[in-house]
């Protein structure tokens, strides 16, 4: 029956469920009834009073005025089917990851022009990346033909965005001298869009002095990263921090630089608060209470936020993950250290409180590893943490303009987040559903629920970055409209 309902549908509604479809990595008839059933659970949600788009028409919160939804599906502005992204791939293993890299972004109609290094030519052909982006791949700076055709200038001229993945020592260290020697450093020395840089080496070269100080070069001249992810290497017994980052990371990264493009200095000159992750709460030296926060949701939003120029400074409980680029990261394990750091952060123009904080703490952790007596187990008193976002929404001197806090519910979502805007006296409330089934700790999709004091506004199932784009973009309208 879904599949019939697709070919009933006009080109146009076609198009948009195809592109959301493979945003998702869903099937078109997948995504249409996680589409339905969002919508159905949304009314069920809300109540037949409440005034309620379907997910579908709301794929961003729209900034204002808000757009008439009558016409149908409406475009989604996320998709911008025409970017054009600039693959260099470099020498390394990973380079077999950018024959993916390259499929998902040409799934999201995003034009792919590929250069491979010399050294990417011993890992993958010139052939396979061409036959992926539909348009033949270069290799060669002195190439006549192609000096002829588009030219190593038009090369870095027509591309929205630069990616650099794999990026490997040799290549970040020439692009961190200025180098252009070949056709990937010439290329990047005479871009003017932004570089997105997927980093992929053994753990030893990746924490090489030599490396720290052209990553630090690379990132000052405004160059954003991306990984590396920490695991095995593909040399045998070799593991730590040196993997690139999977290609549904790169992609989501790509399309929030290109979702950007155009609002670049949205937020310039605001500051802006993230909490992120868990905090972790000592019962003795070795043991703590913590929860399966991942950080993901939050650290998406300092990224984004850095993205359209804030300056960011995000405090992050324990998180497994790299510090976001263009972001101050303050690294803190208890909610006490947690409240500590925000105080110090202010003041700033928004705080968005993503972090899972424990609600309790051991009142006196053991000085000393706790032994197993023949006591049995040991009573661990609890007391109550501070509370991070209510006491900054109820500051009566130099609170930000705009508090932000999540709800993690499990249940009665809307009408707990509610119940907590007004308990915690934050302006917005983005509910979210952290029952075991939906995936949500430590995945990598989100459905929220956003509350304001005007209303509630259902956003669809999304990937965290993209939750996070629609976010920034948001608060950097509403600033748009208040005083300062
Ligand atoms: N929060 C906080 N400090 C705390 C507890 C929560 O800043 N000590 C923030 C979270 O970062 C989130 C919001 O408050 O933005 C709601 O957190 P949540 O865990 O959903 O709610 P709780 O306040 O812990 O209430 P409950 O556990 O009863 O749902």
Redesign the pocket.
């Known amino acids: 029956m879904a599949s019939i309902t697709i070919r009933r549908l006009d080109e146009a509604a076609k198009r948009h469920l195809r592109l959301r479809a493979a945003r998702h990595g869903r099937s078109m008839e997948d995504e249409a009834r996680i589409i339905l059933s969002s919508a159905a659970a949304a009314d069920g949600a809300l109540g037949p009073s409440t005034q309620q788009a379907p997910p579908d028409s709301v794929p961003r919160p729209s900034p204002l005025p808000r757009e008439d939804h009558s016409a149908g599906v409406r475009e989604d502005r996320s998709a911008r089917a025409d970017s054009r992204v600039l693959l260099i791939v470099g020498g390394g293993i990973a380079a077999y990851k950018s024959l993916d890299l390259i499929r998902r972004l040409r799934e999201r109609g995003i034009l792919v022009r590929c250069i491979l290094t010399r050294a990417a030519q011993e890992f993958i052909t010139a052939l396979s990346a061409g036959a992926l982006s539909g348009e033949r791949a270069y290799t060669d700076l002195f190439d006549p033909a192609v000096e002829l055709d588009v030219g190593h200038i038009r090369l870095a001229r027509e591309a929205d965005l630069i990616v650099v993945a794999p990026a490997t020592a040799d290549l970040m260290a020439k692009m961190a001298a200025g180098s252009a020697d070949d056709l990937a450093s010439a290329v990047m020395l005479a871009r003017d869009c932004r570089v997105l840089l997927a980093p992929a080496m053994n753990p030893s070269m990746w924490a090489h002095p030599a490396t720290r100080r052209n990553l630090a070069t690379l990132t000052d001249d405004g160059v954003i990263l991306i990984g590396p992810n920490a695991g095995e290497m593909a040399e045998a017994r070799e593991a730590g921090i040196g993997r690139m980052a999977e290609p549904h990371e790169i992609v989501a990264a790509a399309l929030t630089l290109l979702a950007s493009a155009g609002r670049d200095n949205a937020l310039a000159g605001r500051r802006v608060v993230v909490?992120s992750g868990p905090?972790r709460e000592p019962i003795d030296p070795v043991r703590y209470i913590a929860n399966r926060s991942s950080g993901k949701q939050g650290h998406a939003i300092a990224a984004a936020a850095a993205a359209l120029g804030a300056e960011v400074i995000l405090v992050s409980g324990p998180a497994t993950l790299p510090d976001p680029t263009g972001v101050t990261t303050v690294k803190v394990e208890t909610?006490r250290d947690?409240?500590a750091a925000v105080t110090r952060a202010l003041p700033a123009d928004v705080a968005?409180?993503?972090?899972?904080?424990?609600?309790w703490r051991v009142e006196e952790p053991n000085a000393n590893k706790i032994k197993k007596t023949q006591r049995g187990p040991p009573k661990l008193g609890l007391i109550?943490?501070?509370?991070?976002?209510?006491?900054?929404a109820h500051m009566t001197r130099g609170r930000p303009r705009l508090v932000?806090?999540?709800?993690?519910?499990t249940e009665r979502m809307v009408e707990?987040?509610k119940a907590?805007l007004a308990?915690?006296g934050?302006d917005w409330?983005?509910a979210n559903d952290?029952s075991a089934d939906s995936g949500v700790m430590g995945g990598d999709i989100n459905t929220v629920h956003l509350v304001t004091a005007e209303g509630v506004e259902s956003w669809p199932p999304q990937s965290k970055e993209e939750v996070a784009r629609a976010l920034v973009e948001r608060i950097a309208d509403a600033l748009v409209g208040m005083r300062a």
Do not use: Q, S
């Open positions: 909490t905090t909610a947690m409240l968005v409180f993503a972090a899972a904080v424990a609600d109550e943490n501070p509370d991070i976002l209510a006491t900054v932000i806090g999540f709800a993690a519910e707990h987040a907590k308990r915690k934050c409330i983005l952290v």
